[in-house]
Structure formats: C-alpha cells, structure tokens
C-alpha cells in the first residue's frame, strides 16, 4: 500500500483509527485474528508517522452488513471530528459489499477522514479509484463461488446421508473425525435420558428439570452460566434425540399418513404439561403461554 499521509514532519499530530473485524466462521480459521490484523494495522502506522487514537474490533461481525457495534463507534469518533484516517487490514474488513464501502468513504470524507486498507491498490486519481473497484467486484465473485461450492457441498453430503456439521453438534454427540457423522458423548447423553424421563415418565416440571440439573452442578451445555427452560423444552422437542420406527420414516418421505410414533407422543406430553403446570400469572386461562 503506497503512502496515505502526505503530510509534513512539521505538521500537527495525524490521529488514526485502527479498525479490526473477524467474522464467526473467520474465527474457526487459523491466521487471520484480530490480534495479527491489530500487530499490521500498528506497524503501518507508526511508518506512516500516525498516532493511534482507539483500536476499534468487531469480533464475530459479518461484513455484510454496516450494523456492527464497532463500526458504530468508528463511525462515532469519525463525526466527532480531528480523525486524519481509519485502516484496516484488509478493503473487505470494513465493508464486504462495495455499495457500503462507498457510503463509508463518502460519510467519512464529509469529516475531512480517509478510509484506507493495507491491500489498497490504487490511489485517490480516477484510475486508482476504477482499480480499487474492480477488485472489489472480484472479491465479490470469488465469495459468491465459495458460499455456492459451500451449498452444493453440504447437499451432496445430505444426500448421502451424513451429517452436515455446524460450529458445535447438539447437545449429547461430537463429531467424527471426518465431521460426516456424530459420535455420543455419554456423559451428556446420559443428562439428555434423564431429562426425557422426568419429562415423559415421571411428570415433572419443565421449572423443575431445570432446578434440578442447576442444584446438581451438572455443566451446561456450551458452558453457559445456567440451565434454562428454553433448553429443557427443545431437547424433548428437538428431532435429533428420538428414534424413528420404519413406519414413521416412511410417512415423512412418501407423505402417506401421520403415524402416532414418539415425537408426536412427546408433543402431546408437553402440551398436557403446559396445561397442567400454567403460570401462576394465568389463572388457569385457557390457550395461556406460560411455561412451567
């Protein structure tokens, strides 16, 4: 990237913003972190001659969008005023679509700010400009064959049968090593089996599952603080814990009938216990939402 600042030695403090952003699935790659965008982002400016104002992150944010807490406050120094230039590391850091990498650009101008990226190609002249978007369109090409051999990927394993893994599996399973199928996880499928029993054979309470696993010290799934009834109720609700008769299969796939296996017997578990353990709040009214 050519030099930004033309500025003077003798000239006042030039304050810069350095702006880092990973997405989710960013995080799971290796060599792409916040902290090694960070490292480039102090180094080019202190060859530059800037002088750091904040270093902003948006760790977890799609680029897709503008509506990010730490482009917000980017946004929020930039108004406020004396920012020469804000960089990132990369063009696609602040915006992935083009259209809002300009809205940026313009918004940041009208406050006498540049917006610049270490892999910036052009300059300031019309020709910079027309290199610089046509990169932009490149990169947006090869984003949309990646997310499209991505889907074509994960129909061709649906279609075999195996499991399409997501960040982290259900509750109860891991992944193989190829990630193509689950393997139990004993020790948490053994919470999930005492949860469908106190809920189908013994009666007990959403509330009270959930009571009874946070009383007991048994860990949560995901390393949350606590248990929730949200969770309690999607496990006995969720798909991936029950098993399926022959039966069953076939009428999800051939559409020929609704047999009354173990998911819909479990449905009708919880309905009776949404009625027979009403909120308080309720009264007892008919059709009332609140959950035991």
């Not at 972190?33 to 960070?38: F, G, H, K, P, R």
């Not at 051999?149 to 992944?175: C, E, I, M, N, T």
Request: proline letters at 5%; aromatic letters at 6%; charged letters at 30%.
């Amino acid at each position: 990237m050519p030099s930004t600042n033309g500025h003077d030695p003798k000239r006042s403090v030039l304050w810069a913003i350095l702006y880092a952003r990973v997405s989710t699935d960013e995080q799971a790659r290796s060599g792409y972190s916040l902290a090694q965008q960070l490292e480039a982002l102090r180094a080019y400016a202190a060859r530059e001659g800037y002088e750091v104002l904040e270093e902003v992150v948006d760790p977890g944010q799609s680029g897709a969008s503008l509506e990010r807490p730490g482009m917000d406050r980017v946004r929020d120094l930039v108004a406020a005023g004396g920012v020469s230039v804000v960089l990132a590391q990369d063009r696609d850091r602040f915006a992935r679509e083009p259209a809002y990498h300009y809205l940026l650009r313009k918004e940041f101008e009208e406050h006498g700010t540049k917006i610049r990226a270490l892999n910036d190609r052009g300059d300031e002249s019309p020709e910079g400009e027309l290199t610089d978007g046509i990169l932009d369109q490149l990169a947006k090409f090869e984003r949309a064959k990646t997310t499209e051999r991505s889907r074509r990927g994960k129909l061709r394993k649906a279609r075999q049968g195996k499991v399409v893994a997501g960040h982290r599996p259900h509750y109860g399973f891991g992944y193989n090593t190829a990630k193509d199928n689950y393997v139990m996880n004993e020790e948490e499928m053994s919470v999930v089996r005492r949860i469908f029993r106190m809920v189908g054979a013994d009666g007990t309470s959403l509330r009270a599952v959930r009571r009874t696993l946070q009383a007991e010290g048994i860990p949560t799934p995901g390393g949350a603080r606590s248990w929730t009834q949200v969770f309690v109720r999607s496990a006995v609700l969720d798909d991936v814990y029950r098993p399926h008769t022959y039966e069953e299969v076939k009428a999800l796939v051939t559409g020929s009938g609704s047999p009354i296996g173990p998911g819909r017997v479990l449905r009708n578990l919880l309905a009776q216990h949404q009625e027979q353990h009403l909120h308080p709040r309720c009264g007892g009214r008919a059709g009332c939402q609140g959950l035991p």
